[in-house]
């Protein structure tokens, strides 16, 4: 029996044109490209708002992270674990009252064992936050190696002072500055050194 060799069959499509219908009809691949390209483009939108608002955002508070990140990390040294509890932080510095009281070098002395020193300031910002404590307490503030010349403990010379009226007064025999009036704005005072007060490092 003999055979006959037929020719293969055409392959067709509804729309014809043989295997041609496999493939994406001509623009399909530009609407995807457009597509995905809007899609970043909301995405790195949202991205630069985000960043713009932590940028405003830690202008004004990088320093007090800062310090944070300093007590929370750091502070595993050895020295920050002498630190008691009660350490507040304030424009870009940590500060910390005490609940006894001691002569003004004895304070110091304090200060200085955990890392600090008694506190300087120099802002109406900062002498409004000392005075906010409502404590009587030695501040870093002296004029025992000239009299008439105030010190602060880094030895900067004082320039913007918060004397009390009729303050400092003691001459010779009150060498130390405290907060003492700390209802009134201008609420130092200078007082022998010997008594006993509350403190604050810094």
Not at 23 to 34: C, D, E, F, S
Not at 51 to 72: G, H, K, P, W
Request: hydrophobic letters at 30%; proline letters at 3%; glycine letters at 8%.
């Amino acid at each position: 029996m003999g055979y006959v060799n037929l020719p293969e069959p055409s392959v067709t499509t509804a729309a014809g044109g043989g295997d041609k219908g496999n493939h994406p009809a001509p623009g399909t691949k530009l609407l995807r490209l457009v597509g995905v390209s809007f899609g970043l483009l909301c995405i790195l939108q949202v991205a630069v708002n985000v960043c713009l608002r932590l940028t405003l955002y830690y202008q004004n508070a990088v320093s007090d992270m800062e310090v944070f990140y300093y007590y929370q990390i750091v502070c595993l040294s050895e020295i920050c674990r002498k630190r008691p509890q009660g350490w507040r932080i304030f424009g870009g510095s940590a500060y910390y009252i005490s609940s006894t009281e001691k002569t003004w070098q004895e304070s110091r002395t304090y200060c200085q064992s955990v890392g600090a020193d008694l506190m300087i300031i120099n802002s109406k910002e900062e002498q409004d936050f000392a005075n906010s404590f409502q404590t009587y307490m030695w501040i870093g503030l002296t004029d025992s190696e000239t009299e008439g010349r105030w010190k602060w403990v880094d030895g900067s010379p004082l320039t913007t002072s918060y004397w009390r009226d009729g303050e400092p007064n003691g001459k010779t025999v009150e060498n130390c500055g405290d907060i003492k009036t700390f209802t009134a704005e201008k609420s130092w005072n200078d007082e022998n050194c010997s008594h006993s007060h509350k403190w604050i490092c810094e």
